[in-house]
Nanobody, 120 residues
Framework: QVQLVESGGGLVQPGESLRLSCAAS????????MGWYRQAPGKERELVAT???????NYADSVKGRFTISRDNAKNTVYLQANSLKPEDTAVYYC??????????????WGQGTQVTVSS
């Protein structure tokens, strides 16, 4: 199996920044795309950003120019640098990985989520 553990969430004021991290562990053969999703109260989970193993990125329009996704393949870790945060960025942020664990089928794995609150 694959375990994903997020960190870095918290309470910040509008305009401030946060850096989220997500580390994958377990008996992993390979990790393909990794990404960040978020879910605000009363709303569906939505894509924030994804990154392929080769470094190709994709962003939601709402975060383009403010958020940057990156990854360290050697550490099986993905990051999200969130700048110029807005109250509407408030949500639980979830890490996702398309991974192939040893002895199991390739699948999508999720972290437990980390809360990001943007408020003055």
């Amino acid at each position: 199996q694959v375990q994903l553990v997020e960190s870095g969430g918290g309470l910040v004021q509008p305009g401030e920044s946060l850096r989220l991290s997500c580390a994958a562990s377990g008996r992993i053969i390979a990790i393909n795309a990794m990404g960040w999703y978020r879910q605000a109260p009363g709303k569906e989970r939505e894509l924030v950003a994804t990154i392929t193993r080769g470094g190709t990125t994709n962003y939601a329009d709402s975060v383009k120019g403010r958020f940057t996704i990156s990854r360290d393949n050697a550490k099986n870790t993905v990051y999200l640098q969130a700048n110029s945060l807005k109250p509407e960025d408030t949500a639980v942020y979830y890490c996702n990985a398309d991974a192939w664990p040893l002895g199991s089928k390739r699948g999508a794995y999720w972290g437990q989520g980390t809360q990001v609150t943007v408020s003055s």
